[in-house]
């Protein structure tokens, strides 16, 4: 079975400063990788995927992530953030035998402060 | 083209009762999945239509039911309710049924449970 952790459940952070969140996976198989960021009241939005090609994935608004398969981490990055980045974000797993099924990490708190 | 939508926005409910929360898939897609959030908690996968046709389950008790339209719209239904079935509940549609394929979520359904 997979299973996905996000290390650090609230991350304060002063605005333009960098920010790292956390995620590390198991699974025995092959693994697609999401980043999704949800705001107060809101469903999810994508913010960014790995399936395959390239382990450096990038989004339309400045964050970064890394597949690596040696330490089974997708940690997301983010040079300089801004207030708009607060919000919660989940990592999530879907592998090549669950087919349908994606497992999401308990999320990880980013505060921006100004 | 229209994203993924959600009613009712809120809902409140008894113990004992049920209810049936309702999903319209993004334009283009076959496949609803459905999720739970608990406060503090990241998505729990309830199980997936594709096609009409349940495709992958989560672990949830057989009172967690569901049906997909031609249309691809779905319905969850939630019978005997329990006060630990308050949460957020949250749709997200794909293009295909597969592991490798992007879920689009909608806002969610904000269920209380007394």
């Known amino acids: 079975a997979q299973s996905v952790t996000q290390l650090d459940s609230q991350v304060p952070v002063f605005e333009e400063a960098p920010v790292e969140l956390r995620c590390n996976y198991s699974?025995?198989?092959?693994?697609?990788l999401f980043w999704y960021v949800q705001y107060p009241n809101q469903g999810l939005q994508l913010l960014l995927k790995?399936?395959?090609?390239?382990?450096l994935v990038e989004s339309i608004n400045g964050f970064e992530a890394e597949f690596n398969k040696s330490q089974t981490s997708f940690h997301l990055r983010k040079p300089s953030v801004h207030i708009s980045d607060t919000a919660e974000y989940f990592c999530?797993?879907?592998?090549?035998?669950?087919?349908?099924?994606?497992?999401f990490g308990t999320g990880t708190s980013l505060t921006v402060i100004p | 083209e229209t994203g993924v939508t959600q009613s009712p926005t809120h809902l409140i409910k008894t113990r004992g009762q049920q209810v049936t929360l309702r999903c319209s898939s993004q334009?283009?897609?076959?496949?609803v999945s459905w999720y739970q959030q608990a406060l503090g908690q990241g998505p729990q996968f309830i199980f997936q239509?594709?096609?009409?046709?349940?495709?992958g389950r989560g672990n949830f008790p057989p009172r967690f039911s569901g049906l997909q339209f031609p249309n691809y719209s779905s319905e969850l239904n939630v019978n005997a309710l329990e006060l630990d079935d308050s949460a957020l509940y949250l749709c997200?549609?794909?293009?295909?049924?597969?592991?490798?394929?992007?879920?689009?979520f909608g806002p969610g359904t904000r269920l209380t449970v007394l």
């Open positions: 999530a797993v879907s592998a090549s035998n669950t087919g349908n099924q994606f497992y």
């Open positions: 997200a549609s794909s293009p295909r049924g597969g592991s490798m394929y992007t879920q689009y």
């Open positions: 239509y594709y096609r009409e046709e349940e495709n």
């Open positions: 790995y399936l395959s090609g390239s382990t």
């Open positions: 334009s283009g897609h076959n496949t």
């Open positions: 699974s025995s198989v092959s693994v697609y």
